[in-house]
């Protein structure tokens, strides 16, 4: 059993190694499939790409697939399937022009303008994170042929014992647990956590930074580990990611009603180890704590336990000398900017996502730390504070408004925009905070 999609990527990885340095492009089926191609593609030192394809389910039973369509009017069907389920030409029509409007929406948001890679003369290597009927890989092996692939692999972690069988249109297949008694592609995963649309679009971005030549780290190399954050007798739970050499750390407040499990918040930390920077989740507030409503808008008392977070951080060996930032969300930011006003604070930056920085309106003032305010534009009551906000810092600050996002950015891409404008700010402005505390308290290095 695999631990999740990236542990079973690294064994698959091994299985297809005879593939690196061939003329070949890696293609994750989305959403699932792309985790595993994106450690593939970055082990082969291949191009990745999604090949996008959407299954036919029956009308009734729509987890059933009777079919597959995909890009370039490619489709596949179960004839002996639609037969015994009596589906009519006028049902299947309408489920096919349902997916076909669903297929094109998924490929302009996915591939956000970036036109397909081509596979003309090319290996496509098409990537899922199991295999189950199998006509998903064949519609997609039918793609890449229409293409101009000249050879197809289909690689997955797991599948039926008779998966070649049921994808006949590829010229090999990699499957590395073929179980006689298979019964689902989650079998094989204790994580099986779905794929969201936002993590794909941010792995394919990272592997697009790659091949432009910026730095882009695997997820693979990062460290993980549960701890606890000392505060004035409490122990505050946190979760601790820990990338190769890392540049700095950065620190989260979530906001209310969240946690530090938070798929949002940890989407943004994936982005940040991404970009080589190490991240501490962690909980403000103890469950019981959390049932008084008066806590979470309490910023003092979140201010001082973030305080004593980046205390316990710069402590450890990892981040010893290292620059740390903050990242906050909702009630979070207020929380994150009221620590970073501390006349001995010494972070490198800070970014507020969706945030209510006007929560610590008396301390903005004396915040020192280079700011980014990241809001939805359709969230406007948030947009109009940030905006309030911003006129009361005297640092390095400015407001960037996501169009069409609202408060969580739910919105689909919004999010990953948003996570790597953070990315990208804290890359360069945490370090760079950091020398500039420096330089004005005539401090010298941690």
Same mark, same amino acid.
Request: charged fraction near 25%.
């Given at each position: 059993?695999?631990?999740?999609?990236?542990?079973?990527?690294?064994?698959?990885? =091994?299985?297809?190694?005879?593939?690196?340095?061939? @003329?070949?492009?890696?293609?994750?089926?989305?959403?699932?499939?792309?985790?595993?191609?994106?450690?593939?593609?970055?082990?082969?030192?291949?191009?990745?790409?999604?090949?996008?394809?959407?299954?036919?389910?029956?009308?009734?039973?729509?987890?059933?697939?009777?079919?597959?369509?995909?890009?370039?009017?490619?489709?596949?069907?179960?004839?002996?399937?639609?037969?015994?389920?009596?589906?009519?030409?006028?049902?299947?029509? !309408?489920?096919?022009?349902?997916?076909?409007?669903?297929?094109?929406?998924?490929?302009?948001?996915?591939?956000?303008?970036?036109?397909?890679?081509?596979?003309?003369?090319?290996?496509?290597?098409?990537?899922?994170?199991?295999?189950?009927?199998?006509?998903?890989?064949?519609?997609?092996?039918?793609?890449?042929?229409?293409?101009?692939?000249?050879?197809?692999?289909?690689?997955?972690?797991?599948?039926?014992?008779?998966?070649?069988?049921?994808?006949?249109?590829?010229?090999?297949?990699?499957?590395?647990?073929?179980?006689?008694?298979?019964?689902?592609?989650?079998?094989?995963?204790? *994580?099986?956590?779905?794929?969201? *649309?936002?993590?794909?679009?941010?792995?394919?971005?990272?592997?697009?930074?790659?091949?432009?030549?910026?730095?882009?780290?695997?997820?693979?190399?990062?460290?993980?580990?549960?701890? !606890?954050?000392?505060?004035?007798?409490?122990?505050?739970?946190?979760?601790?990611?820990?990338?190769?050499?890392?540049?700095?750390?950065?620190?989260?407040?979530?906001?209310?009603?969240?946690?530090?499990?938070?798929?949002?918040?940890?989407?943004?930390?994936?982005?940040?180890?991404?970009?080589?920077?190490?991240?501490?989740?962690?909980?403000?507030?103890?469950? =019981?704590?959390?049932?008084?409503?008066?806590?979470?808008? @309490?910023?003092?008392?979140?201010?001082?336990?973030?305080?004593?977070?980046?205390?316990?951080?710069?402590?450890?060996?990892?981040?010893?000398?290292?620059?740390?930032?903050?990242?906050?969300?909702?009630?979070?930011?207020?929380?994150?900017?009221?620590?970073?006003? =501390?006349?001995?604070?010494?972070?490198?930056?800070?970014?507020?996502?969706?945030?209510?920085?006007?929560?610590?309106?008396?301390?903005?003032?004396?915040?020192?730390?280079?700011?980014?305010?990241?809001?939805?534009?359709? @969230?406007?009551?948030?947009?109009?504070?940030?905006?309030?906000?911003?006129?009361?810092?005297?640092?390095?600050? @400015?407001?960037?408004?996501?169009?069409?996002?609202?408060?969580?950015?739910?919105?689909?891409?919004?999010?990953?925009?948003?996570?790597?404008?953070?990315? *990208?700010?804290?890359?360069?402005?945490?370090?760079?905070? !950091?020398?500039?505390?420096?330089?004005?308290?005539?401090?010298?290095?941690?």
């Amino acid at each position: 059993m695999f631990a999740d999609r990236n542990d079973a990527a690294t064994h698959l990885l =091994e299985r297809v190694a005879s593939l690196r340095g061939d @003329d070949a492009v890696v293609l994750g089926l989305p959403r699932g499939g792309v985790p595993v191609a994106a450690v593939l593609a970055d082990g082969l030192g291949l191009p990745l790409d999604v090949i996008v394809v959407c299954k036919l389910g029956l009308p009734f039973q729509p987890e059933v697939a009777m079919g597959a369509i995909g890009e370039g009017g490619a489709r596949v069907v179960d004839d002996q399937l639609v037969r015994r389920a009596g589906v009519t030409p006028a049902e299947f029509a !309408e489920v096919e022009r349902r997916e076909r409007a669903t297929l094109e929406r998924r490929v302009a948001q996915l591939r956000r303008g970036r036109p397909p890679r081509s596979l003309v003369g090319r290996t496509a290597i098409i990537v899922d994170d199991g295999l189950a009927t199998g006509s998903t890989a064949e519609v997609a092996s039918r793609v890449a042929r229409s293409l101009g692939a000249r050879r197809v692999v289909v690689a997955a972690p797991i599948g039926p014992a008779d998966a070649a069988a049921r994808v006949p249109s590829a010229d090999r297949i990699v499957c590395l647990e073929q179980p006689r008694w298979f019964q689902a592609v989650g079998q094989a995963y204790r *994580d099986f956590t779905a794929t969201s *649309d936002e993590e794909v679009i941010l792995l394919l971005d990272a592997a697009h930074r790659r091949e432009r030549g910026e730095p882009s780290r695997s997820l693979a190399q990062v460290r993980h580990a549960q701890v !606890e954050i000392p505060h004035e007798g409490l122990r505050l739970a946190a979760d601790l990611s820990i990338p190769e050499s890392p540049a700095g750390f950065v620190v989260f407040a979530h906001g209310s009603g969240s946690s530090r499990h938070s798929p949002r918040n940890r989407l943004v930390a994936e982005t940040l180890q991404r970009a080589g920077l190490g991240t501490l989740l962690l909980d403000l507030l103890l469950v =019981e704590e959390e049932a008084d409503r008066a806590n979470v808008f @309490d910023i003092p008392l979140l201010g001082a336990r973030l305080v004593s977070a980046v205390a316990w951080l710069g402590a450890r060996a990892e981040a010893s000398g290292l620059p740390v930032g903050y990242f906050g969300a909702s009630t979070g930011a207020g929380a994150a900017l009221w620590a970073a006003a =501390e006349p001995d604070a010494r972070i490198g930056a800070v970014v507020s996502r969706g945030g209510r920085p006007d929560l610590a309106a008396p301390r903005l003032p004396a915040v020192r730390a280079p700011t980014l305010l990241i809001v939805g534009g359709e @969230d406007h009551v948030v947009l109009d504070l940030n905006s309030q906000a911003l006129a009361l810092l005297r640092c390095e600050a @400015d407001l960037v408004v996501v169009p069409g996002a609202t408060h969580l950015f739910e919105e689909p891409g919004t999010l990953a925009q948003a996570a790597r404008l953070a990315a *990208d700010f804290l890359e360069i402005r945490i370090s760079e905070g !950091e020398r500039g505390y420096r330089s004005a308290t005539g401090g010298g290095a941690r």
